[in-house]
Nanobody, 124 residues
Framework: QLVESGGGLVQAGGSLRLSCAAS????????MGWFRQAPGKEREFVAA????????YYADSVKGRFTISRDSAKNTVHLLMNSLKPEDTAVYYC???????????????????WGQGTLVTVSS
């Protein structure tokens, strides 16, 4: 089970931190990722982190502005979003990829479990 929190309304240039708490059993080689879906658009990859080793991956559109991190003790992943833009407005979803392969870590189809989503609205 994945439970997201931290969404809300923020002005352009502001910051938000999303969190996703995971419960239940996972494989030894898994990753957690964030995806987003804006109205009328397809779901897109935002960021991911390998739980073992902590390697991170970002979409070009958020690189340098967003930071994904993990708290292993709490089985939680965070997404710190800085310098937010109106085009970052979307529902953000947390997901778990149980058998992660680097070449497919950005593909939503490879993720096994999804949270309910949290809305982020950036006003101009």
């Amino acid at each position: 089970q994945l439970v997201e929190s931290g969404g809300g309304l923020v002005q352009a240039g502001g910051s938000l931190r999303l969190s996703c708490a995971a419960s239940g059993r996972t494989s030894n080689n898994y990753a957690m990722g964030w995806f987003r879906q804006a109205p009328g658009k397809e779901r897109e990859f935002v960021a991911a982190i390998r739980w073992n080793g902590g390697s991170t991956y970002y979409a070009d559109s958020v690189k340098g502005r967003f930071t994904i991190s993990r708290d292993s003790a709490k089985n939680t992943v965070h997404l710190l979003m800085n310098s937010l833009k109106p085009e970052d407005t979307a529902v953000y979803y947390c997901a778990v990829n149980q058998g992660v392969i680097t070449s497919t870590i950005r593909s939503a189809d490879m993720y096994d479990y999804w949270g309910q989503g949290t809305l982020v609205t950036v006003s101009s």
